[in-house]
């Protein structure tokens, strides 16, 4: 099944500092490049504004990071459609403007998990679930997802 990762999985593959999560965010990335794994394009966006302005980490060492997931990941972006889309689960879920906007673009690219502690664990949006990586409870379904 096709998936993608909320940007809470990529600051947590980078900052060190929580070091559970950042063992286990690196191995679900590492894990994830050979499989059907997209990457969206405002999550990488999102992720550039916690490293460089949150954080204010030098671009330098931000841009090997995010080239590498570009050459293994398809990046996608949203498409014409998608404001609908957005408003739409923003009504019917009460989900801000950026977890509509990912959920949205997930499911407009056949994905049907997104992997995010953010979020509400297990809640479906039309055709896409989400599920906290993080979460002990979640291991064996996050372990279905890399096994096809």
Not at 90 to 98: N, P
Not at 115 to 125: H, N, P, V
Request: glycine share 6%; charged share 20%; with cysteine.
């Amino acid at each position: 099944m096709r998936f993608t990762f909320d940007t809470n999985v990529l600051v947590y593959a980078f900052d060190r500092q929580q070091a559970g999560k950042h063992d286990h965010a690196v191995d679900l990335l590492d894990r994830s490049v050979a499989l059907d794994v997209v990457i969206l394009s405002q999550v990488i966006t999102e992720f550039l504004n916690v490293a460089l302005v949150r954080r204010s980490l030098p671009i330098s060492s931000i841009a090997p990071i995010v080239q590498g997931w570009t050459e293994v990941f398809d990046i996608v972006v949203p498409n014409s459609a998608l404001p609908h889309a957005i408003l739409d689960l923003m009504r019917r879920h009460k989900l801000s403007v950026w977890d509509a906007a990912l959920i949205a673009t997930a499911e407009a690219n056949g994905c049907g998990v997104v992997l995010s502690e953010d979020m509400g664990d297990g809640e479906r949006y039309g055709k896409v679930r989400v599920l906290n990586p993080f979460a002990e409870a979640n291991g064996r379904a996050i372990e279905q997802l890399f096994e096809g």
